[in-house]
Nanobody, 115 residues
Framework: QVQLVESGGGLVQPGGSLRLSCVAS????????MGWYRQAPGKQREWVAL???????KNSDSVKGRFTISRDNAKNTVYLQMNSLKFEDTAIYYC?????????WGQGTQVTVSS
């Protein structure tokens, strides 16, 4: 199983942008699914965006048209480009690797949208 380290979170104003990075300890090219999830205070963790081994992506309705997931296999890194951020995007963002029934999580990175 790979170890995952997220970075790129921070404080941003509504309408702003951030790019999160998730660096894996090993190759991600053969991992079934890499994903971004988030958990806001008092709420359950929810999925945000997924990228499959074949390159297909999927976004939740709450971020569709605003967030983009991508990956660079050569750098063992998955990205989440977040545009047009809203107050309700405030959460801890986690990276996940899912492969053959096994899953790994990063420690999370805080994103705060505030004026």
């Amino acid at each position: 199983q790979v170890q995952l380290v997220e970075s790129g979170g921070g404080l941003v104003q509504p309408g702003g942008s951030l790019r999160l990075s998730c660096v894996a300890s090993g190759s991600i090219s053969s991992i079934d699914v890499m994903g971004w999830y988030r958990q806001a205070p008092g709420k359950q963790r929810e999925w945000v965006a997924l990228i499959y081994r074949g390159g297909n992506t999927k976004n939740s309705d709450s971020v569709k048209g605003r967030f983009t997931i991508s990956r660079d296999n050569a750098k063992n890194t998955v990205y989440l480009q977040m545009n047009s951020l809203k107050f309700e995007d405030t959460a801890i963002y986690y990276c996940q690797a899912y492969d053959g029934g096994y899953q790994s999580w990063g420690q999370g990175t805080q994103v705060t949208v505030s004026s």
